[in-house]
Structure formats: structure tokens, C-alpha cells
């Protein structure tokens, strides 16, 4: 049996740390990253609610394929669209999602400090000046929480509120959910 824990939540929400953190408690598993995958199909991204749509059936096409040959598997991505995550439900029996749920201000603050890398560096920073002045950035698209919001769902497994727990204890609460369902030993 192999199963699937789908972190969701803002950008600089916690979710990347998180999943590092579980799957330091968790034998064999794989964390499939977003924006692993978007950088794979789509060199240069830009962010568009069509190009989502498409990498998202990427990713859940893939996380499917894994599973379906054996693999334990963290999904890393943000998620925005409830639809996304009822579709990987759907498709995949064993399933928890996990909504990371942080205020914007701190998702601001930490995503402020992320290195240049698979996603631009300060995304909030630069879509709230295009916000307030119309200046654009290069290779930025609609930011989640600023121009497109985040569908939060209720009925999540697991609720973790990053800005008042750390990650270590974020992923043990993810870990006891996976022992309660025997998951995990």
C-alpha cells in the first residue's frame, strides 16, 4: 500500500520545510516538488491560470504514476484551486491533505528571505509594487494570496498553523496522522 500527503498552502507558508521535515521521519519517500515539475515542461514560466491548469494535471499525472508503482509520496505545491487537490483525491485512495495555514504578513516576511532560484525571489515584495504602481516584473505572474486567492479547505485532514508551531512539530503531528492510519510504524 502506498499513499500520498499533500502539503498545500501559501507561498513562504512553511510547506517546503515541512516536507523536509516529515520525510526526515518517514522511511522511503519522495517529495514531489512543484516547482520541480513546472521547471521541467515549462522553462520559462509565466504564471498564467491556463499554464497552472496544465502543470498541475502534470503533476498530479506524475504523483499517480509514483504512487501507482509502490512510492510514499509528499506533495509540495501551493495549490491555490481546491479542484487541483479534489482531483489528485479522486485519483489516489489514500490521501491526506495537509493545509498550511499562515497570515500573509509572515508569508511575506519569509518568502522576503528565498534565495533566486526555481521561483523568483521576493514574488510578494514585487506583486504588491505592480499592484500599487502598475510596474511590471519580467517573468512574474499573478501571485497567489495577492492577485488570485487561496481556496482554503475546510475539511483538510490536518490543519497546521506554521506561524505558531515550528516545522519539526508540524511534521509530528503530519507523522502521528500517518502512525493513527497505520501508515507508518
Given at each position: 500500500?502506498?499513499?500520498?500527503v ?16 516529515l ?22 514560466p ?12 502534470a ?41 498550511v ?37 519580467e ?47
Amino acid at each position: 500500500m502506498s499513499w500520498t500527503v499533500w502539503i498545500t498552502g501559501l507561498p513562504g507558508s512553511g510547506k517546503s520545510t515541512i516536507a523536509r521535515e516529515l520525510a526526515k521521519k518517514v522511511k522511503k519517500i519522495q517529495i514531489l516538488r512543484l516547482d520541480e515539475i513546472r521547471r521541467q515542461i515549462i522553462p520559462e514560466p509565466k504564471y498564467t491560470q491556463a499554464e497552472r491548469e496544465y502543470v498541475y494535471k502534470a503533476l498530479i499525472e506524475e504523483a499517480v504514476k509514483r504512487v501507482s508503482v509502490g512510492n510514499n509520496l509528499i506533495i509540495d505545491a501551493t495549490a491555490h484551486k481546491k479542484a487541483w487537490r479534489d482531483l489528485a483525491r479522486n485519483l489516489m485512495k489514500d490521501l491526506i491533505e495537509v493545509y498550511v495555514k499562515c497570515d500573509l504578513e509572515t508569508c511575506i516576511k519569509r518568502e522576503s528571505r528565498r534565495p533566486e532560484g526555481l521561483v523568483m525571489a521576493e514574488i510578494y515584495k514585487k506583486a504588491l509594487d505592480r499592484k500599487e504602481t502598475g510596474r511590471e516584473y519580467e517573468g512574474l505572474g499573478e501571485v497567489v494570496g495577492i492577485d488570485v486567492p487561496y481556496e482554503e479547505n475546510k475539511a483538510a485532514e490536518i490543519i497546521i498553523e506554521s506561524d505558531k508551531i515550528p516545522p519539526a512539530e508540524a511534521a509530528g503531528i503530519i507523522f502521528d496522522q500517518l502512525k493513527k492510519k497505520g501508515w507508518v510504524k
